[in-house]
């Protein structure tokens, strides 16, 4: 039997990695649990101890194979090297939501919003994902005729031991990304509204 040279071999090994490589993409939607915590503060007062809200929901990661990211009221595009994703955060689209989440409150008033910060990376794990988000806003408001500027910080830890194995096209599937999901931008209006409230 002939023998293989050496870069014949290698050919050989990368060819009967790649299923196992394709496997490990991040690409499909999994579902995840997540921890938001809020820290809301007024820029004129920033020696003050922030206001915090802490919440847990569950909701969705659906990384497209077109280079799509969805997760709720986020939108973006991710990127993934070895077993480390990160995503590039549509800043714009998010201050639009974020707005309209804190209009929602009769009385208030957005006049000006800033995503000044944001970050949302992660893993993939053998058996899921783990990772974090963190969003920084600047969110000048008036409420009932009193104005305050905030600084808006919400952090999110997001785990996920479980990826829908079920074409999109199945009606169960379509039904569970067509129904409302929990929007952490509302626990971060909520936050917001609250501090305004008792302050």
Not at 3 to 30: E, R
Not at 43 to 67: C, M, Q, R
Not at 127 to 132: I, S
Not at 162 to 183: C, E, G, I, N, R
Request: charged content about 20%; overall charge positive.
């Amino acid at each position: 039997m002939k023998k293989l040279s050496i870069p014949l071999l290698w050919l050989v090994v990368v060819i009967c990695l790649l299923p196992g490589l394709v496997m490990a993409q991040v690409t499909g939607i999994w579902n995840t649990t997540g921890l938001t915590r809020v820290d809301v503060t007024a820029i004129k007062a920033l020696n003050l101890v922030p206001e915090h809200t802490v919440e847990v929901a569950d909701s969705s990661y659906e990384f497209k194979v077109n280079g799509d990211f969805v997760a709720g009221d986020i939108r973006g595009k991710w990127l993934q090297r070895k077993n480390q994703y990160n995503v590039a955060i549509d800043r714009l689209a998010l201050e639009n939501q974020y707005r309209l989440s804190l209009e929602q409150t009769p009385g208030l008033v957005v006049n000006q919003i800033k995503l000044v910060k944001t970050k949302l990376a992660g893993s993939q794990l053998d058996n899921g994902l783990w990772g974090g988000e963190s969003y920084e806003y600047r969110v000048d408001t008036t409420l009932n005729g009193r104005r305050e500027v905030l600084k808006v910080l919400m952090t999110l830890h997001v785990a996920s031991a479980s990826k829908q194995t079920l074409p999109v096209d199945v009606p169960a599937v379509k039904a569970l990304q067509a129904s409302p999901q929990h929007s952490s931008l509302d626990t971060a209006a909520t936050a917001v509204v609250n501090y305004l409230n008792h302050h």
